[in-house]
């Protein structure tokens, strides 16, 4: 899972950075101008790099949580 960031142009989403694989499946959230849910840059700075440690392997499965319950 990624978290891109994108604007509609002629009906179309366009998404920044590198391109997604063809066939992927995408939820679109549209931002609320009038309020609601909104990341500011630095909080989206934290999601981006959040995810790249996951790329890296930096990350605590749920399986070893759950197992860590029962103990």
């Known amino acids: 899972?990624?978290?891109?960031?994108?604007?509609?142009?002629?009906?179309?989403?366009?998404?920044?950075?590198?391109?997604?694989?063809?066939?992927?499946?995408?939820?679109?959230?549209?931002?609320?101008?009038?309020?609601?849910?909104?990341?500011?840059?630095e909080s989206l700075r934290e999601l981006l790099e959040a995810q790249a440690e996951i790329r890296r392997g930096n990350f605590v499965s749920a399986d070893d949580v759950l197992s860590e319950l029962k103990d």
Not at 2 to 8: I, T
Not at 25 to 36: A, K, L
């Open 1 to 41: 899972m990624r978290v891109l960031r994108g604007k509609v142009i002629g009906g179309q989403v366009v998404v920044e950075g590198e391109p997604l694989r063809e066939g992927a499946q995408v939820t679109v959230y549209e931002e609320d101008p009038d309020g609601g849910f909104q990341l500011d840059e």
